[in-house]
């Protein structure tokens, strides 16, 4: 008698079905072929989703980049433009300072901290924004008047409060004066 059937006449004997009866090694092999995950598939999917989890991370590694730019921007442009004011008043106190006496070196003084501010500035990336002779612009000026002048019509004539920009940001826009051109002469009315 070989093996398979030794293993039968047993199960027989012993009361159990065929169910019941283990199979032989070669037979579980074919099953398990069947059964087995592929290999190979399950790599790719594996690597697709380790791919789109890199993609993942990278995105939200910019993301987080650029919402810490966002911030710091809004940072330093909030402490640039409170310190504006000050630039204002040394400016005032230059072109009210006296030029002649004691005060000559205190202006002397003040007139090089303004300067080293402007550079600080500067450095920083703030500018000036241009106002004097150019075109209104109500993106960088603000109109606080408007004067009869020889320039044209719309021309800045006058700049009240220097304006400064922060990269593609405008801190504060210039307060100026606008010409409207030159008055006419009254004109006589129908009465």
Same mark, same amino acid.
């Given at each position: 008698?070989?093996?398979?059937?030794?293993?039968?006449?047993?199960?027989?004997?012993?009361?159990?079905?065929?169910?019941?009866?283990?199979?032989?090694?070669?037979?579980?092999?074919?099953?398990?072929?069947?059964?087995?995950?592929?290999?190979?598939?399950?790599?790719?999917?594996r690597y697709e989703q380790l791919v789109r989890l890199r993609a !993942?991370?990278?995105?939200?590694?910019?993301?987080?980049?650029?919402?810490? *730019? /966002?911030?710091?921007?809004? $940072?330093? #442009?909030?402490?640039l433009t409170d310190l504006l004011p000050v630039y204002d008043n040394?400016?005032?106190?230059?072109?009210?300072?006296?030029?002649?006496?004691?005060?000559?070196?205190?202006?002397?003084?003040?007139?090089?901290?303004?300067?080293?501010?402007?550079?600080?500035?500067?450095?920083?990336?703030?500018?000036?924004?241009?106002?004097?002779?150019?075109?209104? !612009?109500?993106r960088f000026h603000e109109a606080v008047q408007q004067v009869d002048? *020889? /320039?044209?019509?719309?021309? $800045?004539? #006058?700049?009240?409060?220097?304006?400064?920009?922060?990269?593609?940001?405008?801190?504060?826009?210039?307060?100026?004066?606008?010409?409207?051109?030159?008055?006419?002469?009254?004109?006589?009315?129908?009465?």
């Amino acid at each position: 008698m070989d093996e398979q059937e030794k293993e039968a006449k047993t199960a027989e004997e012993s009361g159990l079905g065929d169910e019941d009866v283990v199979q032989p090694a070669a037979d579980m092999t074919a099953e398990a072929d069947n059964q087995a995950p592929d290999w190979e598939q399950l790599a790719a999917e594996r690597y697709e989703q380790l791919v789109r989890l890199r993609a !993942d991370f990278d995105n939200f590694r910019k993301r987080m980049d650029r919402e810490r *730019d /966002e911030w710091m921007a809004r $940072i330093a #442009e909030s402490l640039l433009t409170d310190l504006l004011p000050v630039y204002d008043n040394l400016e005032r106190a230059v072109k009210f300072m006296p030029t002649e006496g004691e005060a000559k070196a205190w202006r002397v003084g003040v007139e090089m901290t303004l300067k080293g501010f402007e550079e600080a500035l500067g450095r920083l990336g703030v500018t000036p924004i241009a106002a004097v002779g150019q075109p209104f !612009d109500p993106r960088f000026h603000e109109a606080v008047q408007q004067v009869d002048s *020889d /320039e044209p019509e719309g021309t $800045i004539v #006058e700049e009240v409060v220097r304006g400064f920009q922060w990269r593609d940001r405008v801190l504060r826009a210039s307060l100026v004066k606008v010409s409207q051109g030159r008055a006419t002469e009254s004109e006589p009315t129908d009465a």
